[in-house]
């Protein structure tokens, strides 16, 4: 081993992994691990998306999941690599019904991480490649019908003759990318969007909002933006790109329809599921609800007193129109995260006077820092160019378990602070509360923990740093006046504005708004990794609650992230829905547990 190239060590590996698979040796199995190891499978063995860690927890899920699995035909896939210590390789395998990839890391010649994923399921492959479906059959045909007059029948009956087997609720871009993903299994799916237009979520926001994330990070399935797009995409540009999408992907999209109310039928084995569309009340029976609310569930309003006597306009930074009607208005806005910033930052440039009211510290990272040090080597022009697709860029970084993902983004990280310690000695100087996460390991973190405590760096900062936007921090808002407010270490500003930039709850809210609270209650909190930080308590999950995996309650799931985790994990919520539909046994191991309700 000692003498041998990378390669030759993983297909070595690869070999003897192999065979004590086959002969079910788990001792033998477990030889072949480190003893802190850890396996991440995205469902090509749990049906479930699901981390397990160390020696034990490894033996007992393939005890529990080899029967059904019967995994095979393991290969390495290209040339393995080797860095510090640590062989790498890409590889391929198969289960009973998927073909799968995967990703291995190997020290001192044993595993110390394995990814696995589903790629696809063998009978019912994406129609694509040389399976890519003709578009129109040659030859002569009496009665005809065109793709044009296919597509308006299929619309015509989907919902009311035929009953999608999935139906999505949220038409933003999670719910769009999964209606592609079940559009190309063939997976009848209805999407319901309240707005008036696909893309409006986006359009209807503040003016200056646009995407902190650069473009490679945020492709769509199946169709990437072009070489052209701008780095960082404006939301209405974001907008009409997403209307653009649900044409040429043929979606089935409801547009301007609210879902009313939701329930389970457990006789029938389907939802029931009210929606109101132009007016019209439609009661739709999918077997599989899909919640694609966003990550983050209903506004945070904090009962402040006083809050009905004052004068001025108060509202959620959801509802926020834009600063363009508030020159000259004096603003306050709460909180310190993503939206206050750029709801601050757009009131300053609206002429207004602006103060942002800090509760407690903010992490902050400048987006060229955070494009070139962190996210760079896997979605950058550079990246591309050194051969790195979007496809692969997703699996590296999933193959990272979330319980030492802390120890590989803190260098870079620290390297930030470093590299921008002007500028944090400036923002620190202005009275700016600032973290670099609960254990300095930085944004993303932090964002998969909480959903929030952070700013992406595009121009805000500055502004507070040089006393434009002004500050109050380490405080927040004890009574509203009628013209005023009162902070808790007894300062009184003026007011004719005041935004909540005080976040969301758990997407379960939206379970309890449309469903019932005892179905929330029973799923319990979404998003965070229990890893007992502010805001997400324990014990310890290994794997975001609740997200594009099976859920205590029956035929519901939730879908959401930003745009990466939305082309991701879409793929595998897909594939699951899939096998459902078809028959397929998906026995999930390691359903997670309900430690918090909300």
Same mark, same amino acid.
């Given at each position: 081993?000692?003498?041998?190239t990378?390669t +030759? +060590?993983v297909s070595?590996w690869?070999?003897?992994f192999?065979?004590?698979?086959?002969?079910?040796d788990?001792?033998?199995?477990?030889?072949?691990?480190?003893?802190d190891?850890?396996?991440?499978?995205?469902i090509?063995?749990?049906?479930?998306?699901?981390?397990?860690?160390?020696?034990d927890?490894?033996?007992?899920m393939?005890k529990a999941t080899?029967?059904e699995?019967?995994?095979?035909?393991?290969?390495?896939?290209?040339e393995?690599?080797?860095?510090?210590?640590?062989?790498?390789a890409?590889?391929?395998f198969e289960?009973?019904?998927?073909?799968?990839?995967?990703l291995?890391?190997l020290?001192?010649?044993k595993?110390?991480?394995?990814?696995?994923?589903?790629?696809?399921?063998?009978?019912?492959p994406?129609?694509?490649g040389?399976?890519r479906?003709?578009g129109?059959?040659?030859?002569a045909? =009496?009665n005809?019908?065109?793709w044009l007059?296919?597509k308006?029948?299929?619309?015509?009956?989907?919902?009311?003759?035929?009953?999608?087997?999935?139906?999505?609720?949220?038409?933003?871009?999670?719910?769009i990318?999964?209606?592609?993903?079940? =559009?190309q299994?063939g997976?009848?799916?209805?999407i319901i969007e309240?707005?008036a &237009?696909?893309?409006?979520?986006?359009r209807n926001r503040?003016?200056?909002?646009c995407?902190?994330?650069?473009?490679?990070?945020?492709?769509?399935?199946?169709?990437?933006?072009?070489?052209t797009?701008p780095?960082?995409?404006?939301?209405?540009?974001i907008?009409?790109?997403?209307?653009?999408?649900?044409?040429?992907?043929?979606?089935?999209?409801?547009?301007?329809?609210?879902? +009313?109310?939701?329930?389970?039928d457990e006789i029938?084995?389907?939802?029931?599921?009210?929606?109101? &569309?132009?007016?019209?009340?439609?009661?739709?029976r999918?077997?599989?609800?899909i919640?694609a609310t966003?990550?983050?569930?209903?506004?945070?309003?904090p009962?402040?007193?006083?809050?009905?006597?004052?004068?001025?306009?108060?509202?959620?930074?959801?509802?926020?129109p834009?600063?363009?009607?508030?020159?000259g208005?004096?603003?306050?806005?709460?909180?310190a995260n993503?939206?206050?910033?750029?709801?601050?930052?757009?009131?300053?440039?609206?002429?207004?006077?602006?103060?942002?009211?800090q &509760?407690?510290?903010?992490?902050?990272?400048?987006?060229?820092?955070?494009?070139?040090?962190?996210?760079?080597?896997?979605?950058?022009e550079?990246?591309v160019e050194?051969?790195?697709?979007t496809?692969?860029?997703?699996?590296t970084?999933?193959s990272?378990?979330?319980?030492?993902?802390?120890?590989?983004?803190r260098p870079?990280f620290d390297?930030?602070?470093?590299?921008?310690?002007?500028?944090y000695? &400036?923002l620190?100087d202005a009275?700016?509360?600032?973290?670099?996460?609960?254990?300095?390991?930085g944004?993303?973190?932090?964002?998969?923990?909480?959903?929030?405590?952070y700013y992406?760096?595009?121009?805000?900062?500055?502004?507070?740093?040089?006393?434009?936007i002004?500050?109050a921090?380490?405080?927040?808002i004890?009574?509203i006046?009628e013209?005023?407010v009162?902070?808790?270490?007894g300062?009184?500003?003026?007011?004719?504005?005041?935004?909540l930039a005080?976040?969301?709850?758990?997407?379960?809210?939206?379970?309890? =708004?449309?469903?019932?609270q005892?179905?929330?209650?029973?799923?319990?909190?979404?998003?965070?990794?229990g890893s007992?930080t502010p805001?997400?308590?324990?014990?310890?999950?290994?794997?975001l609650?609740?997200?594009?995996?099976?859920? +205590?309650?029956?035929a519901?799931?939730?879908?959401?992230?930003n745009l990466?985790?939305?082309?991701?994990?879409?793929?595998y919520?897909?594939?699951?829905?899939?096998?459902?539909?078809?028959?397929?046994?998906t026995?999930?191991?390691?359903?997670?547990?309900?430690?918090h309700?909300s």
């Amino acid at each position: 081993m000692t003498t041998s190239t990378p390669t +030759q +060590q993983v297909s070595q590996w690869l070999t003897d992994f192999d065979t004590a698979l086959r002969k079910q040796d788990l001792q033998g199995v477990m030889d072949l691990f480190q003893d802190d190891c850890y396996w991440r499978d995205l469902i090509a063995f749990t049906w479930n998306i699901k981390t397990v860690e160390g020696k034990d927890e490894i033996q007992s899920m393939l005890k529990a999941t080899l029967d059904e699995a019967r995994p095979m035909n393991w290969q390495v896939e290209g040339e393995a690599s080797k860095s510090e210590g640590v062989v790498e390789a890409w590889m391929t395998f198969e289960t009973a019904v998927a073909n799968g990839r995967g990703l291995l890391r190997l020290k001192d010649g044993k595993c110390w991480t394995l990814l696995t994923t589903m790629s696809a399921l063998k009978d019912f492959p994406e129609p694509k490649g040389h399976k890519r479906p003709k578009g129109a059959e040659h030859g002569a045909t =009496k009665n005809r019908r065109s793709w044009l007059e296919r597509k308006q029948e299929e619309e015509r009956i989907l919902g009311y003759e035929h009953q999608p087997y999935c139906v999505i609720i949220g038409g933003g871009q999670g719910g769009i990318g999964l209606g592609a993903r079940l =559009k190309q299994l063939g997976v009848p799916t209805l999407i319901i969007e309240r707005n008036a &237009r696909a893309g409006d979520s986006w359009r209807n926001r503040y003016k200056s909002l646009c995407l902190h994330d650069p473009v490679w990070y945020d492709h769509l399935p199946y169709m990437p933006f072009p070489e052209t797009w701008p780095v960082f995409s404006p939301k209405d540009k974001i907008g009409d790109w997403l209307e653009m999408y649900t044409k040429v992907m043929e979606l089935n999209y409801w547009s301007s329809t609210q879902c +009313q109310s939701a329930y389970f039928d457990e006789i029938a084995g389907e939802w029931v599921v009210r929606v109101d &569309r132009h007016g019209e009340e439609v009661v739709l029976r999918p077997k599989q609800l899909i919640l694609a609310t966003g990550m983050s569930g209903m506004p945070n309003i904090p009962e402040i007193p006083g809050a009905e006597s004052f004068k001025g306009q108060l509202h959620h930074s959801s509802r926020h129109p834009g600063g363009k009607e508030y020159g000259g208005k004096r603003c306050i806005v709460l909180g310190a995260n993503n939206s206050a910033h750029d709801i601050a930052g757009d009131l300053w440039e609206n002429g207004a006077d602006v103060t942002m009211v800090q &509760r407690s510290s903010t992490h902050i990272v400048k987006s060229d820092s955070l494009m070139e040090e962190v996210l760079g080597p896997l979605y950058s022009e550079k990246a591309v160019e050194a051969g790195m697709t979007t496809s692969k860029a997703d699996l590296t970084f999933a193959s990272i378990p979330y319980k030492v993902l802390p120890d590989f983004q803190r260098p870079a990280f620290d390297v930030i602070r470093e590299r921008d310690a002007e500028f944090y000695r &400036r923002l620190e100087d202005a009275g700016f509360l600032l973290d670099f996460g609960a254990d300095d390991s930085g944004l993303f973190l932090k964002y998969l923990r909480r959903g929030s405590g952070y700013y992406i760096d595009v121009g805000a900062s500055e502004l507070i740093a040089n006393g434009d936007i002004k500050l109050a921090s380490g405080v927040t808002i004890e009574k509203i006046n009628e013209h005023s407010v009162t902070l808790t270490d007894g300062t009184e500003l003026p007011a004719d504005l005041i935004v909540l930039a005080t976040g969301f709850g758990s997407m379960n809210g939206w379970a309890a =708004k449309l469903i019932s609270q005892e179905v929330a209650d029973k799923v319990g909190k979404c998003w965070g990794l229990g890893s007992d930080t502010p805001k997400d308590p324990g014990p310890w999950e290994g794997e975001l609650r609740n997200m594009w995996k099976p859920t +205590q309650q029956e035929a519901l799931w939730f879908h959401g992230g930003n745009l990466h985790q939305s082309r991701h994990y879409s793929h595998y919520l897909a594939l699951q829905l899939k096998a459902r539909m078809e028959g397929i046994p998906t026995p999930v191991y390691g359903l997670q547990e309900v430690h918090h309700l909300s």
